[in-house]
Each structure stands twice: as structure tokens, then as C-alpha cells.
């Protein structure tokens, strides 16, 4: 089974605090994903890594940074929180493109709040 | 650009009618995948369907069924005599096959209650 931990299910947090939220896939997958999900907005793209050390912006990436130094841990760093990144923050994992079992496996969530 | 529009922000049944949970697509590409995902109340997306820009077939899985329809940029999901469990968020999404990264953009979901 694949499998996807987040390091924390609820954390809280106070403006301009630094914040790690940790993510490991068991996998071998090659591609990480960082979503943050709100009411009404679905799933929004914050970064991507498609190898270790590479990352790529994805379509919200302001205030938000990512380190990929092994290949099945994807790390999001908030530099310094702000109440508009109280969110739910999912991470996944996937193999590339046109392999069988080609779909992203999510994890449980981070539920952050910034205070 | 990709996107995807889930329509229906909302829906409400009753336990063993039928419900179909609309998703139109954009994309410029020529090959892609699209998926449909379950979130029920616990949180954690579940995969439910892969399909790529070439099977147009519709596809029956139990209660479930999909219907691609590339004419209309439509990949509809239809449930058949829902049930309780089924009352969860429904996310379709749009992946890109052109890099290995298979970047996804997702619907903003459906939220789908089935009363008793």
C-alpha cells in the first residue's frame, strides 16, 4: 500500500513564525505535490518537485518555499506565517505520466492555523 | 492554461436515487489524463479513476460509472442508487503528460450529501 505522512494532522501557530510541514512518501515516487485546499476554492498548486532538489512554482507560491533533499521527503516552509495561510495543506506523491499506476496519493492533511 | 469546472457546488439526494456530478475541461494539449477523486468527511483524497485523452470508453465500476466525452470536454461521473456513504467532496482534476512532472489542476469539488 502507498502510503503518505504528514508530519502533523492539527498545528498551530503565531504570526511570523517560521513553520515546517514534512511530508514522506513510501513509494519511490518521483514527482511531490504541495496543495493547500480552502472552502470554495478546491485544491489550489502551491510547489512541485519532479526530482530531488529540483522544485517548480506551481500557481500560488508567495509566502511559501520547499526543500527536496531526498528523494521521498518534500518539505514546505512557511518563512513567516500570516493569518491568511490558515489552511488545510495537503501533500501527495506520483509516479510519472504513463506508468500503470499513474495517480497522486494524498496524504491525511495538515490542518494549520495561524494565529 | 488547464482548468476544470465543477458546476455544481452542492448537491443533495436521496438514498437510492441516481446522481451525476458534472466536469468540463480546458486544456491545449493534446494528450492528457483526467481523474475523478473522493473525499469523504475523514479527509484523505481517495483515487477513483484514471482516464487518458485516447479511451474515450465509458467505464462501470459497481455503481459508479464515467462518461468521457472529448466533443464536449466533458468527464461526467454518475453515481446509481446512492447510498450514505457516498456523501463526500468529489474532485475532478486535468493532468498534463507532456513533462514527467504530470502537473494536476483540480475542480473546486462537489460537495455531494445522501440523506437516508
Known amino acids: 500500500d502507498v502510503k503518505v505522512t504528514q508530519s502533523s494532522r492539527y498545528l498551530v501557530k503565531r504570526t511570523g513564525e517560521k513553520v515546517f510541514l514534512e511530508c514522506v512518501q513510501d513509494?519511490?515516487?518521483?514527482?511531490m505535490f504541495w496543495y493547500r485546499q480552502d472552502p470554495g476554492l478546491g485544491l489550489r498548486l502551491i510547489y512541485f518537485?519532479?526530482?530531488?532538489?529540483?522544485?517548480e512554482k506551481g500557481d500560488i507560491p508567495e509566502g511559501y518555499s520547499v526543500s527536496r533533499e531526498k528523494k521521498e521527503r518534500f518539505s514546505l516552509i512557511l518563512e513567516s506565517a500570516s493569518t491568511n495561510q490558515t489552511s488545510m495543506y495537503l501533500c501527495?506523491?506520483?509516479?510519472?505520466?504513463?506508468?500503470?499506476?499513474?495517480?497522486?496519493?494524498f496524504g491525511p492533511g495538515t490542518r494549520l492555523t495561524v494565529t | 492554461a488547464q482548468k476544470v469546472t465543477q458546476a455544481q457546488t452542492e448537491i443533495s439526494v436521496v438514498e437510492k436515487e441516481d446522481v451525476t456530478l458534472d466536469c468540463v475541461y480546458e486544456?491545449?494539449?493534446?494528450?492528457?489524463?483526467l481523474f475523478w477523486y473522493k473525499q469523504p468527511p475523514s479527509g484523505e483524497l481517495v483515487f477513483l479513476i484514471r482516464r487518458n485523452s485516447f479511451d474515450e470508453q465509458n467505464e462501470i465500476s459497481g455503481r459508479y460509472s464515467w462518461n468521457f466525452q472529448k466533443s464536449t470536454s466533458s468527464f461526467n461521473f454518475t453515481i446509481t442508487a446512492s447510498q450514505v456513504v457516498d456523501s463526500a467532496v468529489y474532485f475532478c482534476?486535468?493532468?498534463?503528460?507532456?513533462?514527467?512532472?504530470?502537473?494536476?489542476?483540480f475542480g473546486d469539488g462537489t460537495t455531494l450529501t445522501v440523506k437516508p
Open positions: 513509494m519511490d515516487h518521483e514527482n
Open positions: 518537485s519532479y526530482d530531488v532538489k529540483m522544485k
Open positions: 486544456t491545449r494539449d493534446t494528450t492528457y489524463y
Open positions: 501527495a506523491s506520483s509516479p510519472i505520466p504513463g506508468t500503470s499506476n499513474y495517480e497522486q496519493y
Open positions: 482534476a486535468l493532468s498534463e503528460i507532456n513533462t514527467n512532472a504530470g502537473k494536476s489542476t
